[in-house]
């Protein structure tokens, strides 16, 4: 057989195959070297591989042809394991395959990239939604929070909204007094964290244990979280007989004797009583249109209603919710979106729901007394002595700061003396008692050089320019030129309280105002008229009989009087800006 390479082209294959192997070998390690590198020493290094190479190619001419990459076909047998065996000089001549060059390129790029500090992303919020730390509904499963910081969304009554960065364990109470810091708001422990859900119409409130994080998880795209005023949240351990009437507690009825509300309260907290709310209640038909009124019992286990009458028998009671996986919501809009047939109705909602109106239990009472009673009841019934717990922090958080209470006077304020003008020259007052009542006196001179200021040079002490007629617009109670409906609603979600009020401006008078109160969960008002004596100007709520220079006097003497009103005036609606 002949051989594969001739004597005669000895020369030029030897080019060939020096030139083929700088190309494809050398050039690649010319990229990977850092330092200066001898061409000539390599050059001379390669023609002693091919000579190897081209001697060893004699005895395998004929058997084993020369492939691509200096590499020899698989069909022959493998190489002796001989020291003096030609293949062995074959496989320590062979250069490096380029696979494996590119191999060691990649290496040495992974090396340098995780040499390099880690740089944090600035901009999180652009992330994909997989790594993104803007909490979304859904991404956090319940009752596993995570570790790390998350962003909720917090909404006024003004509808303008406020980023925050909490923490997975921030729970409610925690969050409203941050909110309280950062919006400088007056921190009177009556602010909550509510939950709303405007396309259902259905808000309730944050207990102030409840994780934000987890309740956040929890929501559809639509809800949100609403920052407000609620002064009825723990109210009913201050009055529990408003709350609980008589005849919906089956303890209560079995008993000849008058409860105590301090028995009262011990029953629903206790674990080893079974305490029953019962009574009427309209109930709508899943799917349908059509409400009916049924006869139910709210007990520790869930809400059932019974199917023949008011029977307690267990073969006639049908479970209707468990309160372990469930909560109670408020229902805003009953008659106008699901066709309720009061005002007062309540929504029992699964936690694991959606949003789809068959999961939801709707319900409606007859007054707003019976659907205070069962929406207390369900929240003391599921979360028990933790509520008592949770109303007992700031009183006990106040109680710590008592011994703090005096004011701390500054060191500009230590060096201030009383002073009186009166005379030719000023002289220091040195008894307190003398100080104490030119200091009072001072505070209330303004109100009466007001009287007879104006701002345009009217002389008409009932002019809309002059201060007393509009230094009440900056006060948190006033609501300016809102609706009777409005008024209610801001009552509603406040919190129907004893005390509860605000002034807004009369719709059928321009220049009077209005006072709206409630009390007994009842909303009044009362018109504040103007009226005028000796050429000078008054408000007065009571036909003339007690006059006031202005709306803040007049707030202040009933918030220390009651006077013709029911009760006196206790909490003020509030609407933040955030």
């Known amino acids: 057989m002949p051989k594969l390479f001739l004597p005669g082209c000895e020369h030029a294959f030897k080019s060939h195959v020096r030139l083929m192997l700088t ?58 394991s001989s020291s003096d065996s030609p293949q062995t000089g074959l496989r320590r001549s062979q250069p490096m395959h380029i696979n494996a060059v590119r191999r060691l390129q990649e290496q040495e790029q992974q090396l340098r990239t995780s040499s390099l500090p880690a740089i944090p992303n600035p901009f999180p919020e652009l992330c994909s939604p997989a790594s993104s730390p803007v909490l979304s509904p ?12 998350y962003i909720v969304k917090i909404f006024s009554e003004d509808g303008m909204g406020k980023v925050v960065e909490i923490p997975a364990n921030m729970t409610a109470r925690d969050l409203c007094q941050l909110l ?79 409860i105590l509300p301090s028995q009262l309260l011990q029953n629903f907290l206790a674990t080893n009583s079974c305490p029953e709310i019962q009574g009427h209640l309209y109930m709508k038909d899943v799917g349908r249109k059509s409400w009916k009124k049924v006869y139910m019992f709210l007990r520790r286990s869930g809400l059932y209603c019974s199917t023949k009458g008011t029977s307690k028998e267990p073969r006639h009671l049908q479970l209707l919710a468990d309160l372990e996986d469930s909560n109670i919501f408020t229902v805003i809009t009953g008659k106008k979106q699901h066709g309720a047939p009061t005002d007062y109705g309540f929504c029992i909602k699964p936690n694991k729901s959606r949003g789809d109106m068959k999961e939801l239990r709707m319900l409606c009472a007859e007054d707003e007394q019976s659907r205070s009673c069962w929406m207390t009841a369900f929240r003391i019934f599921k979360y028990g002595i933790v509520l008592y717990q949770n109303y007992k922090i700031p009183q006990q958080r106040k109680t710590l700061l008592s011994h703090f209470s005096a004011p701390v006077r500054s060191v500009s304020e230590n060096s201030l003396v009383a002073m009186d003008f009166s005379g030719r020259i000023g002289r220091v007052i040195d008894n307190p008692v003398e100080a104490q009542s030119a200091a009072m006196e001072e505070g209330h001179a303004w109100r ?25 617009i900056a006060q948190l109670w006033f609501h300016g030129r809102i609706t009777r409906e409005e008024s209610h609603r801001i009552i509603h979600q406040q919190g129907q309280v004893d005390g509860l009020f605000l002034l807004r401006v009369s719709q059928s008078n321009p220049k009077a105002f209005v006072l709206t109160l409630c009390h007994h969960q009842k909303i009044k008002h009362f018109q504040i008229l103007p009226c005028e004596e000796d050429g000078q100007g008054f408000f007065s709520l009571d036909d003339g009989a007690t006059k006031f220079t202005d709306l803040i006097q007049l707030v202040e003497f009933y918030q220390l009087n009651r006077g013709v009103l029911p009760c006196k005036l206790k909490h003020p609606c509030t609407v933040v800006a955030l």
């Open 23 to 80: 190309h494809r070998f050398v050039l690649p390690y010319l990229c990977l070297l850092e330092d200066d590198v001898d061409l000539e020493a390599l050059v001379n290094e390669m023609d002693s591989s091919l000579e190897s190479l081209y001697s060893c190619s004699g005895p395998q001419t004929e058997s084993t042809p020369l492939l691509h990459n200096g590499q020899t076909s698989t069909s022959h047998k493998p190489p002796s």
């Open 138 to 149: 859904g991404s956090l499963p319940p009752g596993e929070p995570s570790s790390g910081k």
């Open 180 to 258: 309280v810091y950062k919006s400088h708001c007056v921190d009177d422990n009556s602010w909550a964290l509510v939950e709303h859900h405007p396309l259902l119409g259905l808000e309730r409130c944050l207990e102030d244990h409840e994780l934000v994080v987890q309740v956040q998880a929890s929501m559809n795209s639509d809800g949100r979280f609403l920052f407000r005023k609620n002064y009825a949240k723990y109210e009913f351990f201050r009055n529990p007989l408003t709350f609980f009437p008589e005849h919906m507690v089956a303890w209560c009825q079995e008993t000849n004797h008058a």
């Open 448 to 472: 009466k050089r007001t009287q007879r200021m104006n701002i345009l040079g009217s002389h008409s002490p009932l002019h809309h320019s002059s201060l007393s007629s509009v230094i009440h």
